[in-house]
């Protein structure tokens, strides 16, 4: 019988396949973009992607949390109250689900996405009970550091 990896490793070469923006989103030009699904949490909850995409403007609304990392390139970011952001290669960008934003990719950009589905809020509210009366308990330390694997923990 054999045993089923716990850590995966290495992708080998990545290849991205086409991941059409939706026609309805386009604002200018003619982005064409492309994706690599990569990995997915044991829960089923997060998911790990490359995208890339050309030049274009197009809007994107977010029914997921996604946090990405510019790895090449670079995009200006529009938020729905008019923010304008100018993000590079190297920075970062967290799209809470529910928001949207206007893309505009002058070049070329390619990132690096999580993508998390928010727990529904009955167990956001039933988990934040649970680390209170753990609190209270006596059994945490008030700086939820048992949420934190012990590779990022200071001190």
Known sequence: ???????????GEVTLGPAAINPG????????ARNKFLFSSAD???????????????????????TVYLIEGSVIIKDHAGGVSHVTAGESI????????EWTV????????????PLPRQV???????HSLKRLAGRGN???RDA????????
């Open 124 to 130: 956001q509210f039933a988990k934040r009970v649970y």
């Open 1 to 11: 019988m054999s045993e089923k990896k716990v850590i995966e490793f290495g992708l």
């Open 44 to 66: 089923g909850t997060a998911t790990t992607w490359l995208w890339d995409c050309t030049a274009g403007k197009f809007n994107w609304f977010y029914d997921i949390d996604e």
């Open 94 to 101: 967290f799209f809470p689900a529910g928001s949207s934003a």
């Open 106 to 117: 002058p070049k070329y950009v390619r990132k690096f996405a999580i993508l998390r589905a």
């Open 148 to 155: 934190v694997p012990k590779m990022f923990q200071s001190g």
């Open 25 to 32: 989103w386009i604002l200018e030009g003619n982005p064409e």
């Open 142 to 144: 008030g700086d939820n």
